[in-house]
């Protein structure tokens, strides 16, 4: 997968669907940002649904780096690349995926939590959220418990979402959630959590309101969980 030049012969607009979705994971994986993002446009020419460029391209493409992350067969310079890869592909779809003509659905605070600067997971769900009609307001990665208080308190949004990729970091989304407790916020907002190495077990366990899989699942159980909320109030 990795011979530098093997793409300089490869018109991509020639190959067949399935082809060209194995050649954009291929360019993923070799951290070809400009072919990756050549691939998705042209997926896009053929009408496929952003949606579908996003999973079965880009995130499929981006499960094979992480297999050989973990295997030892890349390393963290080559996982950027791939990363950085990813990112030029997410910029073609982020519009075509945000469009929402519907009043503001909601707002949520995001970010991913201190210690941890991992993105382009919270950076989907940011794209979908927005795509389903909520605000976001993005806090970034290495986000403290100070941080996202301040962000509540100055945004005042119905959701904080929180984004963890590591074992070491997924704790302190309970810190955060334990100090809401504390504080006496903890009722105010619809927390969310969500990560690779997450599960709904987890989410139970730290006091989150759910554990989302993904970002399509994000959406909905934001909905969902707004909606109960508001039927609450209402009686
Ligand atoms: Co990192 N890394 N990484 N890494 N990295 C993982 C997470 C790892 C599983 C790789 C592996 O070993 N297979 C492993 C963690 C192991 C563990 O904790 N047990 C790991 C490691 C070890 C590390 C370092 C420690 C490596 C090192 O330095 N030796 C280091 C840590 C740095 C730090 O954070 N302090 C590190 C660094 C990096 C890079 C910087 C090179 C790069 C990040 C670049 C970036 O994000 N800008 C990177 C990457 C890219 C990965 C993998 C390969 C891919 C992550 C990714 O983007 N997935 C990852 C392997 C893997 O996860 N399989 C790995 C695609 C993305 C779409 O999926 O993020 O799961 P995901 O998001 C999904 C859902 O989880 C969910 O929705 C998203 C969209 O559907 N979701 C949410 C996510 N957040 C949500 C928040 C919500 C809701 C849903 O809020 C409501």
């Not at 605070?109 to 989907?124: A, M, P, S």
Request: charge should be negative.
């Amino acid at each position: 997968m990795s011979d530098e030049n093997a793409n300089d012969d490869i018109d991509l607009s020639a190959l067949p669907d399935d082809e060209l979705v194995e050649q954009i994971q291929d360019d993923l994986y070799d951290g070809l940002r400009d072919e990756v993002i050549e691939g998705t446009e042209i997926l896009l020419e053929r009408k496929w649904k952003p949606s579908d460029v996003l999973t079965e391209a880009l995130v499929g493409g981006m499960s094979i780096v992480g297999v050989d992350f973990r295997d030892g067969i890349l390393f963290v310079p080559e996982v950027l690349l791939s990363a950085n890869a990813m990112k030029g592909g997410m910029a073609i779809l982020k519009p075509l995926l945000s469009e929402s003509d519907s009043v503001s659905a909601g707002k949520m605070v995001i970010g991913t939590v201190k210690g941890d600067i991992h993105d382009i997971g919270k950076n989907l769900v940011k794209m979908m959220m927005e795509g389903g009609g909520f605000e976001v307001i993005d806090l970034g990665i290495n986000q403290t418990a100070e941080n996202f208080f301040a962000a509540l308190e100055e945004h005042k949004p119905d959701i904080l979402g929180m984004s963890a990729l590591l074992t070491t970091t997924m704790p302190y989304m309970k810190f955060v959630i334990d100090e809401m407790v504390e504080r006496g916020i903890r009722d105010d907002y619809i927390v969310l959590v969500g990560g690779a190495p997450l599960n709904q077990e987890f989410g139970e366990a730290v006091g989150a309101d759910a554990y989302c899989r993904d970002a399509a699942t994000t959406v909905d159980t934001a909905k969902e969980l707004l909606e109960l909320r508001q039927q609450k109030v209402t009686g």
